[in-house]
Nanobody
Framework: QVQLVESGGGLVQPGGSLRLSCAASGSNFRIRTMAWYRQAPGKQRELVATITNSGRTNYADSVKGRFTISRDNGKNTVYLQMNSLKPEDTAVYYC???????????WGQGTQVTVSS
């Protein structure tokens, strides 16, 4: 069983920055890829960024050049640095990890990011 605890959401003005964190805890798990998704009201959940345990990253076109995903393998924590935020980035952001030992997918509780003046 893996527990994910997210933090860092909030209200920010357009052009501002936020940093999200997601810490994984539990026993007997091995995470290879960590990811951030987001879901805006009335829209489907979409992939924002992924990072492998070797540091390989992938981004949605809509956030390339503005968002940076990183991770601390020792702390089983993934981060999402969000710069130059736009109103269309407003959504609930979810952390996601895949445990390669149990082949189970885990989601965080979600953290609200609101970009508004």
């Amino acid at each position: 069983q893996v527990q994910l605890v997210e933090s860092g959401g909030g209200l920010v003005q357009p052009g501002g920055s936020l940093r999200l964190s997601c810490a994984a805890s539990g026993s007997n798990f091995r995470i290879r890829t960590m990811a951030w998704y987001r879901q805006a009201p009335g829209k489907q959940r979409e992939l924002v960024a992924t990072i492998t345990n070797s540091g390989r990253t992938n981004y949605a076109d809509s956030v390339k050049g503005r968002f940076t995903i990183s991770r601390d393998n020792g702390k089983n924590t993934v981060y999402l640095q969000m710069n130059s935020l736009k109103p269309e980035d407003t959504a609930v952001y979810y952390c996601n990890v895949f445990d390669v030992l149990t082949l189970l997918n885990y989601w965080g509780q979600g953290t609200q990011v609101t970009v508004s003046s």
